[in-house]
């Protein structure tokens, strides 16, 4: 196991990598830090209620991690399209199109704009994960491979497109900052659960391989899903069927995934090390070594999330609050005003 990666306590907060920068998700709150080009440092805050607290069921076990899934992938695209707009990069005029859909959607395009890039994204996954690895199986059948045999190669294509698609990612300069961003979280998220104090210091040394990482989620849904399809799956010659089948025990295999996440996150001992570790390495594709600044905006996310903005803090026009300094978002930090500066 990778050296400063114990097994996490029963906290409740995470993140993820951002457009420069990070997003922090504490029990009541999410916050988003970015670093613009003049190296002023950009935040947001919103309130947060987890959807167990509405509705009671979806804290259920199995039930939680489907749901968990699904708010992820939904707050994950709309962080991301926030954290552009806080750099600034969506300052260009709007084009005819983005025109017209505002003047029919009014206030709700932003809303319908996320959701059809989410439907894309969730199409091309379908198509990556589940349309290619079932077009082999048809052809793995055709040779007269048994159901096992068929059901591992085509989850083993599965794990390798998805470490292929990684490791193409990780070449592409933009993306490999945000992996530098993703470290940084994971180091900050490291130096709380060990109780110490917040600074770039005290983050650094802890490793970029954290237990509860998505990437890990999506290793052990690969693997379970190799289990389930061949046990509970349609196993017949009819392709459309077998895709369906896979299909319809997605929510079923992410479901059981969430809970093997979460045990194997709070639990430490030989047999936990030796399941944590496929995951851990895997990150090593997701996660790079960030620097002292990526691991300020950490820190920056971090704090206000858990503590919230500092009292007299300047804002931007748009309404987000600037720091200069990672020192400034400390819990109890006040701005000095005119009035106590004199």
């Not at 420069?20 to 009541?28: I, N």
């Not at 806080?86 to 005819?96: A, C, F």
């Not at 709700?108 to 082999?136: N, R, T, W």
Request: include cysteine; proline fraction near 6%.
């Amino acid at each position: 196991m990778a050296k400063n990666a114990p097994a996490c306590p029963r906290v409740d907060i995470g993140g993820q990598a951002v457009m420069e920068g990070v997003m922090m998700k504490a029990p009541d709150a999410i916050a988003i830090a970015v670093r613009r080009p003049d190296d002023t440092i950009v935040v947001q805050r919103k309130e947060y209620v987890a959807p167990s607290k509405k509705h009671k069921w979806m804290g259920w076990p199995i039930i939680r991690g489907v749901v968990n899934f699904c708010s992820m992938l939904t707050m994950g695209m709309s962080t991301l399209e926030t954290s552009t707009q806080m750099l600034g990069m969506m300052d260009e005029e709007p084009t005819k199109f983005e025109l017209w859909l505002a003047k029919k959607l009014g206030k709700g395009v932003d809303k319908v704009v996320m959701g059809v890039a989410v439907v894309l994204a969730v199409i091309l996954s379908l198509g990556l994960f589940f349309v290619i690895p079932e077009a082999v199986a048809k052809g793995l059948k055709l040779l007269g491979l048994g159901r096992i045999a068929v059901n591992l190669l085509s989850g083993l294509v599965r794990i390798g497109i998805l470490i292929a698609y990684m490791v193409f990612c990780s070449f592409v300069p933009d993306v490999r900052r945000t992996f530098q961003y993703h470290g940084a979280e994971h180091k900050t998220v490291y130096c709380h659960e060990a109780d110490k104090p917040l600074t770039p210091e005290n983050a650094a040394p802890f490793t970029t391989l954290h237990p509860r990482c998505g990437t890990a989620f999506l290793l052990i849904v690969f693997t379970l899903s190799i289990i389930l399809f061949t046990l509970v799956g349609y196993n017949g010659d009819q392709y459309i069927l077998r895709l369906l089948s896979r299909l319809a025990l997605l929510p079923v295999v992410a479901g059981v995934s969430y809970e093997v996440l979460k045990g194997l996150a709070h639990a430490d001992n030989v047999f936990t090390n030796i399941l944590r570790w496929p995951g851990l390495q895997l990150q090593r594709l997701t996660t790079k070594q960030p620097d002292e600044k990526m691991l300020e905006i950490a820190i920056v996310a971090m704090n206000v999330a858990l503590h919230g903005l500092p009292q007299n803090a300047p804002t931007t026009a748009e309404g987000y609050t600037v720091l200069h300094s990672y020192k400034e978002s400390e819990e109890g930090y006040v701005f000095p005003t005119e009035e106590t500066a004199q």
